[in-house]
């Protein structure tokens, strides 16, 4: 059973900095992981993309966190990160990873993370 677990999540000033962790657990040796990202959901709103990373490494982000975040993974210990600095308060949301895999029998499919609060004051 794929799980997501999330940390790194808590309270900062504007302009400070954290960094959110989210590790992948019960995979198989048949079960490869392919894009890992990070959206958020703000309250009021409604979930969006912050960023996503490729296991070749290529990278997304949205323009609101473009030079301010980074996405970064390794794979060996089946981990992805979001580093966050120059924190708004518009950043403020609850941040959830998202896994997809590939399994051997030839299927796609996707994997969420508890959530993690994030929030920022000014």
């Known amino acids: 059973q794929v799980q997501l677990v999330e940390s790194g999540g808590g309270s900062v000033q504007a302009g400070g900095s954290l960094r959110l962790s989210c590790a992948v657990s019960?995979?198989?040796?048949?079960?490869?992981?392919?894009?890992m990202g990070w959206y958020r959901q703000a309250p009021g709103k409604q979930r969006e993309l912050v960023a996503t990373?490729?296991?070749?490494?290529?990278?997304n982000y949205a323009e609101s966190v473009k030079g301010r975040f980074a996405i970064s993974r390794d794979n060996a210990k089946k981990t992805v990160y979001l580093q966050m600095n120059s924190l708004e308060a518009e950043d403020t949301a609850v941040y959830y990873c998202?896994?997809?895999?590939?399994?051997?029998?030839?299927?796609?499919?996707?994997?969420w993370g508890q959530g993690t609060q994030v929030t920022v004051s000014s």
């Open positions: 019960g995979t198989s040796p048949n079960i490869l992981i392919l894009t």
């Open positions: 998202n896994v997809r895999t590939w399994r051997a029998i030839g299927s796609t499919s996707d994997f």
């Open positions: 990373a490729t296991r070749s490494g290529g990278t």
